[in-house]
């Protein structure tokens, strides 16, 4: 079975400044997706960014950036210029690419924004 | 974009009483939806998948003949919540999927949350 492990309950990061969020996850696939996911205060599941584990090129979204390491099993979010908009839950999610197609997340790191 | 609309966003019931709620697919035919149970502070577990016109297939640990899942047509699931007691208080979320599409190798079809459903039984 999948598992996506986050290994930082809370992390805090200064408004402006630059936070990297840590997963790593085990799978015996070699196709998969990878997801993270925002959950402010009103519980609505929002998606940052995704990744397929086919391309080396790591994927990026405005100030949201990931460094994905296929062979370390590693999948970490970077968030430049942290704005107080982004304090929230963010869960590390994996797919595989075929068969069952549910969403395997980790338990979640808290995200706070300092003024 | 794709929206999941999921209702009541909210519901407080008697402990013994049944509660329904109900996702739907607003623009696009969900083929799988899947639902999710959120304890406080803690991540997202996959209770059951269920596929339009199928049974549905539940996930080990969870009682079937207690979260009863319909998924009647493409664009609309139902989880009830039989005989509820104050444990099965949680935040239940669906979400959807439609068909795969677009230009990845793994024929990706996107996720779609609904806004989930906070379920207190008394």
């Known amino acids: 079975a999948q598992t996506v492990t986050q290994s930082q309950p809370e992390m805090s990061v200064q408004e402006a400044e630059t936070v990297t969020l840590s997963c790593t996850y085990d799978?015996?696939?070699?196709?998969?997706?990878l997801f993270w996911y925002k959950q402010p205060p009103s519980r609505q599941m929002i998606l940052v960014i995704r990744?397929?584990?086919?391309?080396?090129q790591n994927a990026t979204e405005n100030r949201f950036s990931v460094n994905f390491q296929k062979a370390a099993k590693s999948f970490s979010l970077k968030i430049s210029d942290s704005q107080l908009g982004d304090a929230a839950m963010y869960f590390c999610?994996?797919?595989?690419?075929?068969?069952?197609?549910?969403?395997?997340f980790g338990s979640g790191t808290r995200l706070q924004v300092q003024p | 974009g794709a929206v999941v609309s999921q209702h009541p966003s909210w519901v407080i019931c008697k402990s013994g009483t049944s509660v329904k709620i109900e996702c739907r697919s607003l623009?696009?035919?969900?083929?799988?939806m899947f639902w999710y149970r959120q304890f406080p502070k803690q991540s997202l577990m996959l209770m059951a998948t269920s596929n339009e016109g199928s049974k549905a297939t539940y996930e080990q640990g969870v009682e079937k003949d207690k979260f009863l899942i319909n998924h009647a047509s493409l664009t609309l699931s139902t989880l009830t919540v039989t005989s509820a007691h104050p444990e099965d208080s949680s935040f239940y979320i669906c979400?959807?999927?439609?068909?795969?599409?677009?230009?990845?190798?793994?024929?990706?079809?996107?996720?779609?949350f609904g806004n989930g459903t906070r379920l207190t039984v008394t």
């Open positions: 999610a994996y797919k595989q690419d075929t068969g069952r197609r549910a969403l395997t």
């Open positions: 979400s959807a999927r439609g068909r795969p599409g677009g230009l990845s190798r793994g024929l990706y079809s996107p996720l779609h």
């Open positions: 623009d696009f035919q969900a083929t799988t």
């Open positions: 799978t015996s696939e070699s196709d998969y997706y």
């Open positions: 990744q397929e584990a086919y391309k080396q």
